[in-house]
């Protein structure tokens, strides 16, 4: 059966230090992946999605960056974080066929301070 | 473009109340709905689906009903329990892109 990871689970970062959320799905092959931001008392925003290894597109101008140097895994990134980078971020990940619903990791609680 | 507009929140309810959550949409051409829920501190999990007009999408009680004459896909329960206790999400996949469109979530408390 096919599983999604997310590390760390939680993160507090003081503002202008760097950013690393790692994400890796397991049992499935060529997906798909999705980064989402759900900021406090509110909906979730697509950041990023991924077709394919090194094809990445962007959803929302901001100082986050995305990357996915293996088939499998999705990294989110920023050089600098600002205290708005606060929220819970999520990594998805559906199959290649249309229609395919997406399915969720468990998400990593950011804290900028 | 495409949006979900849902009731805003949050709702409480009594155990064993009716529930009924609104979302209506906006797309181009024939998109699939769905519902998510997140539990507290959780990511999302798919609850149901439906891919095209009049499908009724149905899981642990909950019921949708896509309909295309009013756009919507209210979410309904018969009878909630404290274990319902979540955020609800709609969201639409309008097809020609392999992208969700997300309402912005409804957060339900059922006391017991």
């Given amino acids: ?25 397991e049992g499935t092959s060529n997906p798909n992946l999705y980064w989402y931001r759900q900021a406090a008392g509110r909906g979730l925003q697509l950041l990023f999605y991924s077709v394919g290894i090194g094809q990445i597109s962007s959803e929302v101008p901001q100082n986050l960056s995305a990357s996915r140097p293996q088939d499998r895994q999705f990294i989110l990134s920023s050089k600098k974080l600002l205290l708005s980078d606060s929220g819970f971020y999520l990594c998805a990940w559906s199959g290649s066929v249309a229609l395919d619903e997406q399915y969720f990791g468990p998400g990593t609680r950011l804290t900028v301070t | 473009g495409n949006s979900v507009t849902q009731m805003e929140g949050p709702v409480t309810l009594s155990e064993e109340a009716f529930l009924t959550i609104n979302c209506t949409y906006t797309a181009t051409g024939y998109p699939s709905l769905f519902w998510y829920v997140q539990y507290p501190g959780e990511g999302l999990q798919l609850l149901l689906k439906a891919t095209k007009a009049d499908d009724k999408g149905s899981n642990k009680g909950f019921e949708a009903t896509y309909r295309k004459e009013t756009t919507s896909f209210h979410l309904e329960k018969g009878s909630v329990q404290v274990s319902d206790s979540a955020v609800y999400f709609c969201a639409l996949d309008p097809r020609d892109a392999r992208q969700l469109t997300f309402g912005s979530g409804t957060q339900l408390t059922v006391l017991p």
Avoid: D, F, K, Y
């Fill in chain 1, 1 to 25: 059966s096919q599983t999604i990871h997310q590390w760390p689970a939680t993160l507090v970062q003081p503002v202008g230090s760097p950013l690393s959320l790692e994400c890796t799905v």
